[in-house]
């Protein structure tokens, strides 16, 4: 079955503008998580969404925001970007229960100058 | 919350050696412990995982053991060959939670 598909693969923004990630889980898995890894802070988990609805938050500030729609599909959107949220975002999809496999994407790989 | 701390940080080993990884968690409710592996321009891709009720688990090459008292998990990989080298990283999950907490990782560079 296909995988996890992350789009697009990589991204060159300009501080100050906003931009949306997309995300679509594998076929059947109901929560999709969201996680920035850069390489002084690891991954660091964002949120999730479960059946269309936010599940988990991390500790990230507001300018982070997400949703799902009715196909699990997720989108992230970062406003008013800074130099600092340069970093790889990673989705990973699960089937939403306790104790299951997540299945990560290939990742965004989103440049702020 | 979860306090994942790994070691080392990093590992080089030459091809054919073992490689042990540690993973050292504070929730002593944390009863699923998963092992990812990372290539260069990749995500993160499971290659092993253990439950609370089982102390070791293998396949292949590659092993995973459990010490629920000490609260540590090992990975442990044998014959290492060059395609073994990655960022690996452990991530327990807590019970009652859905998202798991990551370690900061662990380059392994198997030389040929």
């Known amino acids: 079955k296909a995988g996890v598909t992350q789009t697009p693969r990589y991204l060159i923004k300009t501080r100050g503008q906003q931009v949306t990630l997309s995300c679509s889980p594998i076929?059947?898995?109901?929560?999709v998580s969201w996680y920035q890894q850069t390489p002084g802070q690891g991954l660091q988990f964002l949120f999730e969404y479960f059946s269309e609805t936010q599940r988990n938050k991390g500790n990230f500030p507001g300018r982070f925001s997400g949703r799902q729609f009715s196909n699990s599909r997720s989108e992230m959107n970062v406003s008013t970007l800074e130099l600092g949220d340069s970093a790889l975002y990673l989705c990973?999809?699960?089937?939403?229960?306790?104790?299951?496999?997540?299945?990560f994407g290939q990742g965004t790989r989103l440049t702020v100058v | 919350g979860e306090n994942v701390e790994q070691h080392p940080s990093t590992l080089s080993v030459q091809e054919g050696d073992s490689a042990v990884i540690k993973c050292t968690y504070s929730?002593?409710?944390?009863?699923?412990f998963p092992w990812y592996k990372q290539e260069l321009g990749k995500g993160p891709q499971l290659i092993i995982d253990?439950?609370?009720?089982?102390g070791e688990k293998k396949d292949q090459r590659i092993a995973v053991t459990l010490n629920k008292t000490a609260k540590h998990f090992s990975l442990h990989i044998t014959e290492t060959q060059p395609e073994d080298s990655a960022v690996y990283f452990c991530a327990p999950l807590s019970g009652g939670s859905y998202i798991p907490t990551f370690g900061r990782g662990t380059s392994l560079i198997v030389h040929p």
């Open positions: 076929s059947g898995h109901r929560s």
């Open positions: 990973a999809s699960s089937l939403g229960n306790m104790n299951t496999e997540a299945f």
């Open positions: 253990i439950r609370s009720n089982v």
């Open positions: 929730d002593s409710a944390s009863n699923y």
